[in-house]
């Protein structure tokens, strides 16, 4: 197993913030480990300039971390909105986006995707997402058809905006908007109601967005089926392009997964709320192409892709993620901490892993099998070559119908989708 | 030394009342070894008695004591074994002592263990010292334990001696009172050789380390010894005593205690409970009580990997090396593959040795439902002894089944007589007597060994709030009506969950016993049904429902480390499960049978 360690390039004199990610969960760092060693080196790109990409295109994720509100049921890396935290904020992401492209190997990487994450990164104003890009667009690279996303809350949009972020080069919206009952949106958090999705979708639509996602969640307190169906019914006669739905995960790094939730729905009819959604979207033309994801044709979330398919990027924000080589590696979750490091001209990252190549053999079926694509077969010889006992219990898994062949690839069937962690256990 | 400045002593005890630390006050005390050192509980030695509180061996060890007479007498202290899967075990160690100290916490007062260990002194006919301890806790109570102790044990309260081992008050008293009021010990050095085996260990260069207290005559270096129980002879290599360490002396003589070395190959040849006497000048008549402690408890042992069959097999014989009561021998299972069928003193001993196996060999095992060994008369007359129910032949093979029956003593204060008595019959146990002892009785049963091995003791003190005492031995086999109740998953019989029972327990246990496996078992991707059935009679079944959702909603960029972190934690658990069938089947689903 690689060994994670935490290196803290010129600081450390804060602990890194536990939660989600990268976290330091593993034991004290082997005297061995690279990145380590890399600690004490004068470099400013800790541990991504001791690796290379292996492929040409790269994606590139945004960690935008405010939000008005934290819901409840959120475990990722934000902040309070705070004008001032912003401004600094925005101020380290450059300099980050500067010193991403002084690594040896930027020179030679392309950018084919943007993703700005959250947080609500549609609390960023239009001119301060087109400066980001157009920084990136000066540092690396991008392709002529690159997909650039920005995730939105209905609450901070409006057609002006919407159309601000297409001038930018904004070509996708991904939508969160959760659930449409009126009821459940203010105990889940949110902020927005029911009418302000829709009126942000039809927002977005006038603004000529031609690729706009929808996100919304079932398994939530107090949901049943009725409630459920009737807002898949409702969020599909928008016509999105695109439709992730999440079934409610009680998250460690959560306010529910601390506290607990009321209400929750018993597994069998969460299942029924996961067949309920399959069924429409596939009778609505959506392809259920990743195991909480839909698309039109053509419409599939190419950033998202590339984590699935255990491919490289690159990433900027607190918290950020980056993949390259065998590096997978996170940035300071802190904001505060986030920007002196970058203030003092080191990359803020905080965490970091070497994956041997076992781990990304694992690492390329439990994401690869996520997605309707599947792996390539002999990825799955190679996995269970002399263990006939993990073989035939994979065999299984074929004769139940959850996973099947088609040609030279294996994926699981939308049955599969549903008990997937049991076979990834079957797969690391 | 002469017999008269020479005392065999032993301390007795309820759990933490505070034997190992009066132990090493009188150690640091005599000088036996120096403070610091003491500081570690040197009698309980092993990692697992420490952690389990109990004394799984016997020790012993030489105290050189100079009396306020001025006198230096030679005190050697005895340490017993705690547990009622050992019980001949400490009869024996209490049969090479004169005395014993019984330590009674000032705080808790006489508690479960204080009694039974009161009785097993009464009778080894020991001379008992009462020792009132912790007297510097706030809750100490003194005058109320001298109550208890002169109520409930019939001895003086006022004699007993109130110490603080702790901090050493006291302690002083503690060793004049061993001197003054424990009687030296009687023998004659001149008479034939006449040895009590205690206690055995095995050592990897010297064989067999064998604690001896010799009753009469001398044994030096070069005699020629002779096992009484097994007429077996060996030349002495070694004598000595222990300080703690091993220390050779030129000889030990009649009231002696130490230890002998004689090239024995195997702690087995050398038994606790044996006599050893001279080859050209035995000794009249062994030393009764002698058991051939035997297994009375059966279970197979079988790795959960496969690869670490012949790693268990390497750790089975070190284990018996040191240990006469425990048994093995290749067995196979249609479930569970390639193992042992093991045999153990009782259930505690089981553990026990499951636990090393775990921890000093680092393996991961399946353990069985423990059965006791049955008679099977079949119907061509021969005679066959079983210990695993899988190989009961069928029952139109069967003539007579016979079990295993023990005569067991219970003693208890009068008022849980009547609790005693519906946990016996419970228990099918058959009155043999009753008698009342001090202020308390002594009731005698005889039990299926069945009914007992497994949670009896247990029940027994929780019925008794820890008042009762039990000890037991094998009797004899008796005609019974047993079934065989076999397990089966999704259909198919898995042999090593089968078990014997009485006919008229077998619903009751079926239907307990599928019970406990579905809450054990997790869900699969397939429903799972869990039977119990008597040959083709199915008598109760359960459903572990199909896995519904086992699902990460979300996976992308950062969080990819963590989901992999969360499921490579799921998978070391799924290492602890024995794949039977296309059934994944826990580590403890096994003894859940033993359980319910």
Same mark, same amino acid.
């Given at each position: 197993?690689?060994?994670?360690?935490?290196?803290? !390039?010129?600081?450390?004199?804060?602990?890194?913030?536990?939660?989600?990610?990268?976290?330091?969960?593993?034991?004290?760092?082997?005297?061995?480990?690279?990145?380590?060693?890399?600690?004490?080196?004068?470099?400013?790109?800790?541990?991504?300039?001791?690796?290379?990409?292996?492929?040409?295109?790269?994606?590139?994720?945004?960690?935008?971390?405010?939000?008005?509100?934290?819901?409840?049921?959120?475990?990722?890396?934000?902040?309070?909105?705070?004008?001032?935290?912003?401004?600094?904020?925005?101020?380290?992401?450059?300099?980050?986006?500067?010193?991403?492209?002084?690594?040896?190997?930027?020179?030679?990487?392309?950018?084919? &995707?943007?993703?700005?994450?959250?947080?609500?990164?549609?609390?960023?104003?239009?001119?301060?997402?087109?400066?980001?890009?157009?920084?990136?667009?000066?540092?690396?690279?991008?392709?002529?058809?690159?997909?650039?996303?920005?995730?939105?809350?209905?609450?901070?949009?409006?057609?002006?905006?919407?159309?601000?972020?297409?001038?930018?080069?904004?070509?996708?919206?991904?939508?969160?908007?959760?659930?449409?009952?009126?009821?459940?949106?203010?105990?889940?958090?949110?902020?927005?109601?029911?009418?302000?999705?829709?009126?942000?979708?039809?927002?977005?639509?006038?603004?000529?967005?031609?690729?706009?996602?929808?996100?919304? *969640?079932?398994?939530?307190?107090?949901?049943?089926?009725?409630?459920?169906?009737?807002?898949?019914?409702?969020?599909?006669?928008?016509?999105?392009?695109?439709?992730?739905?999440?079934?409610?995960?009680?998250?460690?790094?959560?306010?529910?997964?601390?506290?607990?939730?009321?209400?929750?729905?018993?597994?069998?009819?969460?299942?029924?709320?996961?067949?309920?959604?399959?069924?429409?979207?596939?009778?609505?033309?959506?392809?259920?192409?990743?195991?909480?994801?839909?698309?039109?044709?053509?419409?599939?979330?190419?950033?998202?892709?590339?984590?699935?398919?255990?491919?490289?990027?690159?990433?900027?924000?607190?918290?950020?993620?980056?993949?390259?080589?065998?590096?997978?590696?996170?940035?300071?979750?802190?904001?505060?901490?986030?920007?002196? &490091?970058?203030?003092?001209?080191?990359?803020?990252?905080?965490?970091?892993?070497?994956?041997?190549?076992?781990?990304?053999?694992?690492?390329?079926?439990?994401?690869?099998?996520?997605?309707?694509?599947?792996?390539?077969?002999?990825?799955?010889?190679?996995?269970?070559?002399?263990?006939?006992?993990?073989?035939?219990?994979?065999?299984?898994?074929?004769?139940?119908?959850?996973?099947?062949?088609?040609?030279?690839?294996?994926?699981? @069937?939308?049955?599969?989708?549903?008990?997937?962690?049991?076979?990834?256990?079957?797969?690391? | 030394?002469?017999?008269?400045?020479?005392?065999?002593?032993?301390?007795?005890?309820?759990?933490?009342?505070?034997?190992?630390?009066?132990?090493?006050?009188?150690?640091?005390?005599?000088?036996?070894?120096?403070?610091?050192?003491?500081?570690?509980?040197?009698?309980?030695?092993?990692?697992?008695?420490?952690?389990?509180?109990?004394?799984?061996?016997?020790?012993?060890?030489?105290?050189?004591?100079?009396?306020?007479?001025?006198?230096?007498?030679?005190?050697?202290?005895?340490?017993? #074994?705690?547990?009622?899967?050992?019980?001949?075990?400490?009869?024996?160690?209490?049969?090479?002592?004169?005395?014993?100290?019984?330590?009674?916490?000032?705080?808790?007062?006489?508690?479960?263990?204080?009694?039974?260990?009161?009785?097993?002194?009464?009778?080894?006919?020991?001379?008992?010292?009462?020792?009132?301890?912790?007297?510097?806790? #706030?809750?100490?109570?003194?005058?109320?334990?001298?109550?208890?102790?002169?109520?409930?044990?019939?001895?003086?309260?006022?004699?007993?001696?109130?110490?603080?081992?702790?901090?050493?008050?006291?302690?002083?008293?503690?060793?004049?009172?061993?001197?003054?009021?424990? #009687?030296?010990?009687?023998?004659?050095?001149?008479?034939?050789?006449?040895?009590?085996?205690?206690?055995?260990?095995?050592?990897?260069?010297?064989?067999?380390?064998?604690?001896?207290?010799?009753?009469?005559?001398?044994?030096?270096?070069?005699?020629?010894?002779?096992?009484?129980?097994?007429?077996?002879?060996?030349?002495?290599?070694?004598?000595?005593?222990?300080?703690?360490? *091993?220390?050779?002396?030129?000889?030990?003589?009649?009231?002696?205690?130490?230890?002998?070395?004689?090239?024995?190959?195997?702690?087995?040849?050398?038994?606790?409970?044996? &006599?050893?006497?001279?080859?050209?000048?035995?000794?009249?008549?062994?030393?009764?009580?002698?058991?051939?402690?035997?297994?009375?408890?059966?279970?197979?042992?079988?790795?959960?990997?496969?690869?670490?069959?012949?790693?268990?097999?390497?750790?089975?014989?070190?284990?018996?090396?040191?240990?006469?009561?425990?048994?093995?021998?290749?067995?196979?299972?249609?479930?569970?593959?390639?193992?042992?069928?093991?045999?153990?003193?009782?259930?505690?001993?089981?553990?026990?040795?499951? /636990?090393?196996?775990?921890?000093?060999?680092?393996?991961?095992?399946?353990?069985?439902?423990? @059965?006791?060994?049955?008679?099977?008369?079949?119907?061509?007359?021969?005679?066959?002894?079983?210990?695993?129910?899988?190989?009961?032949? &069928?029952?139109?093979?069967?003539?007579?089944?016979?079990?295993?029956?023990?005569?067991?003593?219970?003693?208890? !204060?009068?008022?849980?007589?009547?609790?005693?008595?519906?946990?016996?019959?419970?228990?099918?146990?058959?009155?043999? @007597?009753?008698?009342?002892?001090?202020?308390?009785?002594?009731?005698?049963?005889?039990?299926?060994?069945?009914?007992?091995?497994?949670?009896?003791?247990?029940?027994?003190?929780?019925? @008794?709030?820890?008042?009762?005492?039990?000890?037991?031995?094998?009797?004899?086999?008796?005609?019974?009506?047993?079934?065989?109740?076999?397990?089966?998953?999704?259909?198919?019989?898995?042999?090593?969950?089968?078990?014997?029972?009485?006919?008229?327990?077998?619903?009751?246990?079926?239907?307990?016993?599928?019970?406990?496996?579905?809450?054990?078992?997790?869900?699969?991707?397939? /429903?799972?049904?869990?039977?119990?059935?008597?040959?083709?009679?199915?008598?109760?079944?359960?459903?572990?429902?199909?896995?519904?959702?086992?699902?990460?909603?979300?996976?992308?960029?950062?969080?990819?480390?963590?989901?992999?972190?969360?499921?490579?934690?799921?998978?070391?658990?799924?290492?602890?499960?024995?794949?039977?069938?296309?059934? /994944?089947?826990?580590?403890?689903?096994?003894?859940?049978?033993?359980?319910?």
């Amino acid at each position: 197993m690689a060994t994670l360690s935490r290196s803290q !390039p010129e600081l450390g004199a804060r602990p890194a913030a536990a939660g989600t990610g990268l976290t330091g969960a593993s034991p004290a760092p082997r005297p061995t480990s690279p990145p380590n060693v890399l600690a004490a080196a004068p470099s400013p790109h800790g541990v991504l300039a001791e690796t290379a990409p292996a492929g040409r295109e790269l994606g590139f994720y945004i960690h935008m971390p405010f939000c008005a509100k934290r819901c409840y049921y959120c475990s990722f890396n934000t902040a309070p909105m705070d004008a001032g935290a912003m401004l600094r904020y925005l101020g380290a992401l450059h300099r980050e986006v500067e010193l991403l492209s002084t690594l040896p190997w930027a020179g030679d990487v392309t950018l084919a &995707t943007v993703f700005f994450g959250g947080g609500t990164p549609s609390l960023l104003a239009a001119d301060e997402v087109a400066e980001i890009l157009a920084a990136l667009r000066t540092r690396f690279p991008v392709v002529a058809d690159a997909e650039v996303s920005v995730e939105c809350n209905p609450e901070s949009v409006s057609r002006e905006k919407f159309e601000g972020y297409r001038q930018a080069g904004v070509n996708r919206i991904s939508l969160g908007i959760q659930s449409l009952d009126d009821t459940l949106l203010p105990r889940l958090g949110r902020l927005h109601s029911a009418r302000d999705a829709r009126a942000a979708f039809e927002a977005a639509r006038a603004a000529g967005c031609a690729n706009v996602s929808v996100d919304i *969640m079932y398994g939530l307190p107090g949901l049943d089926l009725a409630g459920w169906t009737g807002a898949v019914q409702r969020v599909l006669d928008w016509q999105p392009d695109h439709l992730s739905a999440y079934g409610l995960t009680l998250d460690a790094g959560s306010l529910w997964g601390v506290t607990g939730v009321a209400g929750l729905p018993p597994e069998g009819l969460v299942v029924e709320q996961y067949w309920a959604l399959a069924r429409a979207a596939t009778a609505h033309g959506f392809e259920h192409y990743e195991v909480s994801n839909y698309a039109r044709p053509g419409f599939r979330s190419r950033h998202n892709q590339i984590y699935w398919r255990a491919a490289e990027y690159l990433a900027a924000g607190p918290g950020a993620c980056a993949f390259v080589g065998d590096v997978r590696c996170g940035n300071a979750k802190p904001v505060p901490r986030y920007c002196e &490091t970058l203030e003092r001209g080191a990359l803020p990252i905080a965490e970091s892993e070497r994956l041997t190549p076992r781990q990304r053999l694992g690492e390329r079926l439990i994401l690869g099998l996520r997605t309707a694509d599947g792996v390539p077969a002999g990825w799955l010889t190679e996995r269970l070559a002399g263990d006939p006992a993990r073989q035939g219990r994979v065999d299984d898994w074929e004769r139940a119908g959850l996973l099947a062949r088609t040609g030279a690839r294996v994926a699981l @069937s939308e049955a599969g989708f549903l008990v997937s962690d049991a076979l990834f256990v079957e797969l690391l | 030394m002469t017999l008269a400045r020479t005392r065999n002593f032993s301390i007795v005890a309820h759990i933490d009342h505070g034997k190992s630390t009066l132990a090493d006050r009188l150690l640091a005390l005599t000088g036996t070894m120096d403070a610091k050192k003491a500081v570690d509980q040197v009698l309980d030695s092993m990692d697992l008695e420490r952690e389990r509180g109990i004394t799984i061996k016997a020790h012993t060890v030489r105290l050189l004591y100079r009396a306020r007479d001025g006198a230096e007498y030679t005190l050697n202290l005895i340490d017993t #074994p705690g547990h009622v899967d050992f019980s001949y075990e400490v009869s024996r160690a209490l049969a090479a002592c004169e005395g014993a100290l019984l330590i009674i916490d000032a705080a808790q007062g006489i508690e479960a263990q204080t009694l039974a260990n009161y009785y097993l002194a009464l009778d080894a006919n020991l001379t008992i010292v009462p020792v009132i301890n912790k007297i510097d806790l #706030p809750a100490a109570d003194v005058e109320g334990t001298r109550n208890q102790i002169t109520e409930i044990l019939d001895l003086d309260g006022d004699e007993a001696l109130a110490i603080s081992a702790k901090y050493g008050t006291g302690v002083p008293d503690v060793l004049e009172a061993i001197v003054a009021r424990i #009687p030296p010990p009687q023998g004659d050095p001149e008479a034939p050789l006449k040895a009590l085996v205690f206690d055995s260990f095995y050592d990897s260069y010297q064989g067999g380390v064998v604690y001896v207290r010799l009753t009469d005559g001398r044994v030096r270096p070069g005699a020629r010894i002779l096992l009484m129980s097994n007429s077996r002879t060996y030349d002495v290599q070694q004598v000595g005593v222990f300080t703690p360490e *091993m220390r050779p002396v030129d000889e030990l003589s009649a009231g002696q205690v130490g230890y002998l070395t004689a090239s024995i190959k195997r702690v087995a040849d050398a038994k606790v409970g044996e &006599t050893i006497t001279e080859a050209a000048r035995p000794t009249a008549e062994a030393f009764p009580g002698y058991r051939d402690a035997k297994p009375m408890v059966f279970a197979g042992l079988y790795p959960i990997e496969d690869t670490d069959y012949e790693a268990l097999r390497d750790a089975l014989e070190k284990l018996r090396l040191n240990d006469p009561a425990f048994s093995f021998e290749p067995e196979t299972s249609l479930a569970l593959g390639y193992g042992f069928r093991c045999g153990f003193l009782g259930l505690l001993h089981m553990e026990i040795v499951q /636990e090393r196996l775990e921890r000093e060999f680092n393996l991961s095992l399946i353990v069985t439902a423990p @059965s006791v060994r049955y008679k099977v008369v079949t119907t061509a007359g021969e005679v066959q002894e079983i210990d695993n129910p899988s190989k009961l032949p &069928t029952p139109d093979r069967i003539e007579r089944l016979e079990e295993p029956y023990v005569r067991s003593s219970i003693f208890a !204060p009068t008022e849980f007589m009547t609790a005693i008595y519906k946990l016996a019959q419970d228990k099918r146990g058959e009155h043999r @007597s009753l008698e009342y002892v001090g202020r308390g009785v002594r009731i005698q049963f005889d039990f299926p060994l069945a009914e007992i091995v497994i949670d009896f003791y247990d029940k027994l003190k929780s019925i @008794s709030r820890g008042y009762a005492s039990f000890d037991y031995e094998f009797a004899n086999f008796r005609p019974s009506d047993l079934v065989k109740l076999d397990i089966l998953l999704n259909g198919d019989s898995v042999d090593a969950l089968s078990i014997i029972v009485h006919r008229d327990k077998a619903y009751e246990k079926g239907k307990a016993l599928v019970e406990k496996l579905r809450a054990v078992i997790p869900r699969q991707l397939f /429903e799972v049904a869990i039977q119990a059935a008597i040959g083709s009679r199915v008598i109760a079944r359960e459903t572990v429902k199909a896995m519904g959702k086992n699902v990460t909603a979300k996976c992308y960029g950062g969080d990819i480390t963590r989901k992999r972190k969360l499921l490579e934690r799921q998978k070391e658990g799924k290492k602890r499960m024995k794949q039977v069938g296309k059934v /994944e089947v826990p580590q403890e689903a096994f003894l859940t049978v033993l359980k319910s």
